[in-house]
């Protein structure tokens, strides 16, 4: 048996960041149960931040609902504070990915916050966690700490490597159940990504750690590939490459799930994702979206004939015997 | 210093194989000057087959003489043949780049003869040349072996690495001054390529080998850093990325130059190519092939804030001193 890399939707969180449709709590809910019918184990289904920062989240109590109903899968959202973190909770989801910016300057802008005051914010939430927690009846909420703009910052150019590392050891140190490690501008490329992430692991043990990247300057999967040999086997990604940045138009966003799934498995892990479902799922946001950029070449290209989609042969076989 | 990765431009003979525009022989031309201009040393000026199989290289003299009288840059062209050696020869390049197929079907729908035909067919070439050499008034010509499909074929699938060894060895023992291995279909993964080239390597000792990779299914940029990590030094690629696949319409073509200068020199690397000045020639290129589609970042994104382009920012240094 091939070893797993676990590959989680982003899409209905990090794509629709700026897409200018209004999608339907309905859709977004869709989007997850199709995702969730592929194989996809974990989606990331909105965020709770102010509908006045982002008016595409104020819909996130009902689509996490909606998510958490569904069932089959992991629905996490992505919070930028203690409120967020109760409101996520109070719906039902049972993660929670907390984010700052290990940049100064770009925390600041996002979250009008030092760095460090998001850490002490993240503190809140662990003991907010910890203390529903006692109520034996409640499951126990699992807690991600994300490190926005690890691998550079559009404000501010570089970031420290050790800043990013001493933002990881503080995770863990308060209660971090895994760590997000993000290129949130898509700055990084496959030698910092592999010195970076050994370093991360480390300091890791055996506390999960998830790579995000994003395309924005066409180095998305080589990203992934150095993330994979320092011994990352998480990531995060959209299916058709949504999520643009704002800082470089007609740019490419989040990772394609669609390529992502065929890099990983090309190298020989398995992801128990079905890639003909994930390109349904393509032409149905697709439709929902008319004259946003989708990337990816799998949907373009098809697949090599060299590639083996075990996971599909496999669920082609009927699942009972018919004798 | 930073160690030099060789970046070759194969736009004027990959990246117009299939497109619908016949560009003028002097257009091909000026493309060389100006790829030259931006710092690139070597260019595939144009493909010596007959001109019924591939029209867009009726001209392949007339571009060749062109290039060779522009000087400053290694003028290869790529050649099936003898005949075709004889005439990038009497042309008056200075390197000639053979090509065969390690995919017995691919290569006998490709030139109508077995691999092992192929191969005996580039002893005479090397006969040929070394006849040549035997007048110390000329110039020795580089013959380079070429191994289409080595990553594997849309006909046959799967291509075993150890008949592109094999193949390898067979060129050197020949006379090959140097291999370009060659993933024709875009069918290569990271891993496969770390695995391959380090073998090829290992063969190949002294001899300089380049990978030539198309981005038919993204991957490019991923498979050109495997390549690195296994001790590869010279890539092809072709400007805009043009050279899409007949058998993937829509598909990426060779990977894009622009972006795999951005990718080489974030390792660490140097290329001594001004992307700027490349910049300008995509421009130029996408004035003359209205239609033709073009991919890559670099040319929508710009570059990262911290991406260092210490070349041109020597080159704004004034050349000599203003006291």
Redesign the interface.
């Known amino acids: 048996m091939a070893e797993r890399i676990h590959i989680r939707e982003v899409g209905p969180r990090d794509g629709l960041q700026l897409v200018a449709t209004m999608l339907t709590a309905e859709q977004k809910i869709e989007w997850c149960g199709r995702a969730r019918d592929a194989g996809i184990e974990e989606v990331e289904v909105t965020s709770f931040v102010p509908p006045s920062v982002v008016p595409q989240f104020a819909d996130a109590g009902e689509v996490a609902r909606g998510a958490v109903a569904l069932g089959g899968f992991v629905a996490a959202a992505l919070v930028p504070n203690l409120k967020g973190a109760q409101r996520a909770i109070e719906a039902g989801l049972s993660k929670v990915n907390y984010v700052l910016s290990a940049s100064e300057a770009h925390n600041l802008a996002n979250v009008r916050r030092t760095t460090q005051q998001s850490i002490d914010n993240f503190k809140d939430i662990i003991d907010y966690r910890n203390d529903l927690a006692k109520d034996p009846s409640k499951r126990r909420v699992v807690i991600a700490g994300g490190i926005a703009t690890s691998f550079?910052?559009?404000i501010s150019?570089?970031v420290d490597e050790t800043r990013v590392l001493k933002i990881a050891a503080q995770y863990l140190e308060i209660g971090a159940d895994e760590l997000i490690v993000a290129d949130t501008?898509?700055?990084g490329?496959?030698?910092?990504v592999r010195r970076l992430m050994s370093a991360i692991l480390r300091e890791a043990g055996s506390a999960p750690v998830a790579c995000h990247f994003h395309?924005?300057?066409?180095?998305g999967?080589?990203n992934?590939?150095?993330a994979i040999d320092a011994g990352v086997r998480a990531f995060d990604s959209a299916v058709g490459g949504l999520g643009g940045?704002p800082f470089?138009p007609?740019?490419?966003g989040n990772i394609?799930t669609e390529?992502t799934i065929?890099?990983v498995e090309?190298?020989?892990f398995e992801t128990g994702i079905d890639i003909a479902a994930l390109l349904e799922l393509r032409r149905v946001i697709e439709s929902w979206l008319p004259g946003e950029r989708f990337t990816?070449?799998?949907a373009?290209?098809?697949?090599?004939?060299?590639f083996r989609r075990i996971l599909n042969d496999d669920r082609q076989q009927p699942r009972q015997a018919t004798t």
Chains 1, 2 share one sequence.
């Open positions: 550079g910052c559009t150019g570089d501008v898509g700055y490329n496959p030698a910092q395309d924005t300057y066409g180095l999967l080589a992934v590939t150095a940045c470089a007609g740019a490419s394609n390529d065929y890099l090309s190298l020989g990816g070449t799998v373009k290209a098809g697949l090599p004939k060299t």
